[in-house]
């Protein structure tokens, strides 16, 4: 067997010497031969069409750990692996195309002082058709917004306490993750030694800034685009991004309600950032008791035909009552005006 040297590979294959080091480390491309005495490395020219389809998947963008799992597979199914990564890739740059011309647009705008607003706002909480419990909480009046789904078996008092206390909060101008987050430890009360097992989500607007923890969601109506604005707290999300899983497979992964984020009355951390809040928006806030069941798409419309916020929460819950509304459901939908 005649093996080549890394030079001549590295020649061949159209990889770098640095990126073959990389893909043995990684145990993706491993060299034939390596001399003991002077570590110089050999590739068998069998070698080739493994390293090729390597070098043209990281041309694709593809992550590594995904290239390592493609290589292992049969053509066939390989193939269908590129498809699922394409169309994934292809699906979040349309997510970034939207929030790209949200920016264009907003950095174009002459007057780059932010317009004083106010909500014209409507809610709607949900049991749904298969929950023995709503455990969905729900609140908005013309400055804050708030949504929060409840977990475990104190989630109902949980959800409702962290509510009323962020809503106070604001109010108080004071901080109002900390003071939801306390409140569901007096709701919740666990021993230091136990592990929480209640707690809930929160998704917020108020003063200009979204505030997030768990899977609940924003969206926000633009121009006729729908741009989510959250990023859920979740296991599927985290390998969603890492290139594990396409968004339709997260949408059906078992575990898709594993959360890496809550309130549980422990100090709480949450994403927190200053939001465009435009007149004209619609702005919607929702548990995944909705955003889990309808998808986008079809929310788009729904939120798009109604006349008005009131019109808006009630075709949501009936049309995830008509897709058989699983789990409780919390809506709050808001049109932006000037104050
Ligand atoms: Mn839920």
Not at 175 to 203: F, I, K, N, Y
Not at 240 to 267: N, S
Request: net charge negative; proline share 3%; hydrophobic share 50%.
């Amino acid at each position: 067997m005649e093996l080549w040297s890394i030079g001549d590979f590295a020649r061949a294959s159209g990889l770098s010497h640095k990126a073959l080091r990389l893909y043995a480390g990684s145990g993706l491309l491993e060299p034939a031969y390596v001399d003991p005495s002077s570590g110089y490395r050999f590739y068998d020219p069998a070698q080739l069409a493994t390293a090729r389809l390597v070098a043209d998947l990281r041309g694709l963008g593809m992550p590594l750990a995904q290239v390592a799992d493609v290589v292992r597979l049969a053509p066939d199914d390989a193939a269908d692996a590129v498809a699922a990564y394409w169309a994934q890739v292809e699906e979040r740059t349309g997510a970034r195309r939207d929030l790209a011309a949200v920016l264009v647009d907003r950095l174009a705008r002459k007057d780059t002082t932010m317009t004083a607003h106010r909500f014209r706002a409507a809610t709607a909480c949900d049991q749904g058709l298969v929950r023995t419990e709503q455990q969905d909480a729900a609140h908005a009046d013309d400055v804050v917004l708030v949504v929060a789904d409840g977990l475990g078996p104190l989630g109902a008092a949980a959800s409702r306490a962290a509510v009323e206390a962020f809503v106070a909060a604001v109010r108080d101008g004071v901080d109002g993750v900390a003071a939801a987050d306390a409140a569901v430890a007096r709701t919740a009360p666990v021993a230091d030694d136990e592990e929480a097992t209640s707690g809930t989500t929160l998704t917020a607007l108020a003063g200009g800034r979204l505030v997030h923890v768990g899977d609940s969601r924003a969206y926000v109506l633009r121009d006729g685009g729908m741009l989510l604005r959250t990023r859920d707290d979740s296991m599927v999300a985290d390998l969603v991004d890492a290139g594990r899983l396409t968004q339709a497979e997260a949408r059906a992964h078992p575990q898709r309600a594993l959360l890496t984020r809550v309130l549980h009355g422990r100090g709480a951390v949450a994403a927190s950032r200053a939001v465009d809040v435009l007149p004209g928006d619609r702005w919607l806030l929702c548990t995944d008791g909705l955003s889990a069941v309808l998808d986008d798409a079809q929310v788009r419309v729904v939120l798009a035909a109604a006349a008005d916020p009131e019109a808006a929460v009630a075709a949501l819950v009936d049309a995830v009552r008509s897709a058989g509304a699983p789990d409780n459901v919390a809506v709050v939908v808001a049109d932006v005006v000037e104050a």
